[in-house]
């Protein structure tokens, strides 16, 4: 069988007006005034996962729900600027849009539109069949209606990843696609406990052979050959500005090492060069780091890591 996409990413594709806020927990207050201003930006979590491996030379396609709106135009014309094909299924309710509340130190509160979507929402079979079937890879994003897809990707043969982002370990929506998912992707954010507890628990019940928690600044953890070990952050070679799409870089670069063959181990010390270099991209812009960079950067980390004294 033929694979001619790299990857096929399902879901996650929107709109969001970014507010950069004084402070994180936001005080009730009457008004704020807000500078330098509250702009709206195309792209969550499948649109930045796409262009982050489109980024790194793998095909990628993508596929969700849209809207006829200003924000679906946003979402289409993103993709056709950067060369990542993309399949749209009509959505009477509307392109997905969230609303980012930016904190000084770069950390974000994000409000999402849950009108946008509806339980009777489906991706037709044929077309996420015919597209699992054509893929080396499937990244699932945990946006409805993704979860009714999963059945048809394990048929197809395909490997499957997913980013419950900031799961509690508990809530069974989450749970659907981690006991469904080859990699799984989270947050440590909501999590009781240590990640280590969950990160095994996903592995013991469900499919996962590699699982990943990231803990932002105290880097992240890789279980793999039932073994966790930390991966610490990287610096990046700019200020960090905002960790908005931090999480979605790093799944990509972690992809795209897993997809040539790298070990766990450095396909995570690739996803932790990649959400850095997301940290120093302002929230209102939409950039991903590339191949020949990210290779750079993880050979000289490397070196320095070798060369260091023990």
């Keep these: 069988m033929s694979r001619?996409?790299?990857?096929?990413?399902?879901?996650?594709?929107?709109?969001?007006?970014?507010?950069h806020v004084p402070e994180l927990p936001l005080p009730y207050a009457d008004s704020y005034m807000i500078d330098p201003g509250i702009r709206t930006r195309v792209g969550q979590t499948g649109d930045f996962v796409a262009l982050g491996l489109g980024a790194l030379g793998l095909r990628t396609h993508h596929l969700d729900m849209l809207g006829a709106d200003p924000e679906g135009d946003l979402v289409r014309a993103l993709h056709r600027d950067h060369g990542i094909p993309l399949t749209e299924v009509p959505q009477p309710a509307g392109t997905k849009r969230a609303v980012n509340l930016v904190g000084p130190d770069g950390r974000r509160l994000s409000l999402y539109d849950a009108t946008r979507a509806h339980p009777d929402d489906r991706l037709p079979e044929p077309t996420v069949r015919a597209l699992a079937e054509a893929s080396r890879h499937a990244h699932v994003s945990i946006t409805q209606p993704c979860a009714h897809a999963l059945p048809l990707l394990r048929e197809s043969g395909t490997t499957i990843s997913t980013d419950l982002h900031n799961w509690d370990g508990e809530n069974p929506y989450q749970k659907e696609f981690a006991l469904a998912a080859d990699i799984v992707f989270l947050s440590t954010t909501a999590l009781t406990g240590t990640p280590e507890r969950t990160m095994r628990a996903i592995a013991e019940r469900g499919r996962a052979e590699l699982v990943v928690a990231t803990a932002g600044?105290?880097?992240?953890?890789?279980?793999?050959?039932?073994?966790?070990?930390?991966?610490?952050?990287t610096t990046p070679r700019r200020p960090v500005v905002d960790s908005n799409g931090a999480g979605d870089a790093f799944a990509s670069a972690f992809l795209f090492g897993r997809l040539n063959g790298e070990s766990p181990q450095r396909c995570a010390r690739y996803g932790a060069v990649a959400g850095a270099y997301a940290c120093t991209v302002p929230s209102t812009e939409v950039d991903a780091i590339g191949r020949d960079e990210l290779l750079l950067q993880v050979a000289e980390l490397e070196a320095s890591t070798v060369a260091a004294p023990h």
């Design 217 to 233: 600044a105290e880097g992240a953890y890789l279980l793999a050959d039932d073994e966790v070990t930390h991966i610490p952050t």
């Design 4 to 19: 001619d996409i790299d990857v096929l990413v399902l879901g996650g594709a929107g709109v969001d007006t970014i507010v």
